[in-house]
């Protein structure tokens, strides 16, 4: 059996970072995906956005809701998928800070490596997908400000992590991290 890989797709909002994900699940897992959603229904727009999220999703994957706690669902799975899609890193990062953790990034950080190392033990593909918000000017308020550092450092760890790291630019991947180069 071939090693797990972690690959790690990061751009900006709307630049096809899901689409892609999407096709690589397919290919690299077929129907033995599970799809990890973090994204919360709070407002009829989002609803929308999650309905249509899920009708573009091969029918026979199984979704799990996660928006907080990224192995709970997973440990109650009655058979072992081939991958796993965390889509996305962005909302599970705000959903954590809205929840007003202590220990904000230690709990981030102990939940990421933990779900890599597991899906690494049980020789299973992961996808985590983020969105890069350190481009742009500095927000002007303080928890805006909180927001992009800790989903940078974020990011910057499941990075590390990652064997394959692409960035979606205007529905394009380029591959910024390839395995043969990891250090």
């Not at 899901?18 to 096709?23: H, K, M, Q």
């Not at 997973?74 to 796993?84: A, N």
């Not at 000017?137 to 989903?151: G, S």
């Not at 910057?156 to 394959?164: F, Q």
Request: aromatic share 8%; net charge negative.
């Amino acid at each position: 059996m071939a090693h797990a890989e972690i690959i790690f797709i990061l751009g900006g909002a709307r630049s096809g970072k899901s689409v892609f994900a999407e096709r690589l699940a397919q290919q690299r897992g077929g129907a033995e995906v599970v799809f990890m959603a973090t994204a919360e229904a709070l407002d009829d727009e989002m609803r929308e956005r999650i309905a249509a999220h899920r009708a573009a999703r091969p029918s026979e994957w199984t979704t799990l809701e996660a928006p907080r706690d990224l192995l709970e669902g997973i440990r109650h799975l009655q058979t072992m998928p081939r991958l796993i899609v965390v889509d996305c890193l962005t909302l599970w990062v705000t959903n954590e800070m809205l929840a007003n953790e202590v220990n904000l990034e230690k709990r981030l950080f102990y939940q990421l490596d933990l779900l890599c190392e597991w899906v690494r033990l049980q020789e299973i593909d992961l996808i985590l997908i983020s969105n890069e918000v350190g481009l742009g000017i500095v927000p002007e308020n303080a928890l805006a400000r909180k927001f992009r550092d800790v989903l940078g450092r974020v990011n910057a760890r499941a990075a590390e992590h990652a064997h394959r790291v692409f960035w979606m630019m205007a529905g394009l991947p380029i591959e910024i991290k390839a395995r043969a180069y990891q250090f």
